[in-house]
């Protein structure tokens, strides 16, 4: 039990009408916290963005529960507040639409949560259920056509989105953005040595092990064959190199299809990192001059892309 209030509910649609005769007497007439969900299931509808929805939620409930910070959890998501600040009392709540779980929704403030403003949250997070899951259902649906179905990483479709997001934002809030770009060396020799079952097995394998040594804000992509493409937001360039050669190291290091094939291999990779007047085109051409030149220099190494030219920045 940690200091302070900390309490765990469950909130399913089940809860929702003995909830509301419990708030009649203690927080308003009952027509009037039925037009407070009317009004919050209007505004939560207009997106299906899960970052906006929480914070929508958020800021409807701000009105009649003041709270300082929010967590939302689902799955291996985490969606909080920007700057979340350390609160004594926190009360917490499962989500769950007709026995399928949506969540956990925490708030935390300094004072404690009365039971009035409970009453009031399970209430209102009842109005929230019906269009989170709406959204979780869209984000399924989104993740799964921009996902590369052999490796589990973001295809081509999904790269081409998050590069153009990442750049918008590195440019808004004058943050550094790398990229490293990567593909299996000598991986022809892998298929036609042990087939396409065994260099598709590498691929699956080889991803997964990336991943486990990236960051959690670090982005994996398949963008083509044996190459990939790793996004680094918040990232210069000698960390970059950092990342990039933990890749290295990682794959040199392993054994594919162990009691199997027992298959070596290394990567080569080329990095880079935005610059002024880069366009998606310039940065991708960059990252692959230095993977070619990785290539060239005699593979298993990283290499840095050589500064832009004064016509690429035009």
Known sequence: MTQGQRETHTVSQNVVALNLKGAQSTIAPLTTLERVQLDLLQKLQRT????????????????????????????????????????????RYNLTLDDQY?????LYRQTRFDESELHLIESLLGTLVYPLRNTLLYQDAVNAAMTD???GAGNKR?????????????????????????????FKRI???????????????????????????????????????????KTNLPQARLVAERIRTAVANYTFLKG?????TSISAGITHLQAGD?????????????????????????AAA????ADQL
């Open 48 to 91: 299906l963005v899960l970052e906006e929805l929480v914070a929508l939620f958020s800021e409807q409930l701000q009105q009649l529960v003041p709270h300082d910070s929010y967590c939302y959890l689902y799955r291996d998501l985490t969606v909080r507040t920007t700057h979340p600040q350390r609160a004594s009392h926190n009360a």
């Open 149 to 151: 179905a052999l490796t």
């Open 191 to 233: 298929n036609d040595t042990y087939g396409h079952a065994a260099g598709d097995e590498v691929l699956r394998e080889m991803s997964e092990l990336v991943r486990d040594n990236l960051r959690q804000t670090d982005q994996l992509f398949r963008f083509g064959g044996e190459e990939f493409v790793v996004l680094l937001g």
């Open 279 to 303: 366009t998606r085109d310039t940065l991708i051409r960059r990252a692959d001059d230095a993977l070619y030149e990785a290539k060239r220099s005699g593979r298993n190494r990283v290499m």
């Open 158 to 186: 999904a790269f081409d989105y998050n590069l153009h997001r990442e750049v918008a934002l590195a440019r808004r809030h004058r943050t550094e953005l790398s990229l490293i770009m990567f593909d299996v060396d000598w």
């Open 102 to 106: 949506l969540g956990e929704m925490v």
């Open 260 to 264: 199997k094939e027992d298959i070596r």
């Open 307 to 310: 500064q832009p030219r004064a």
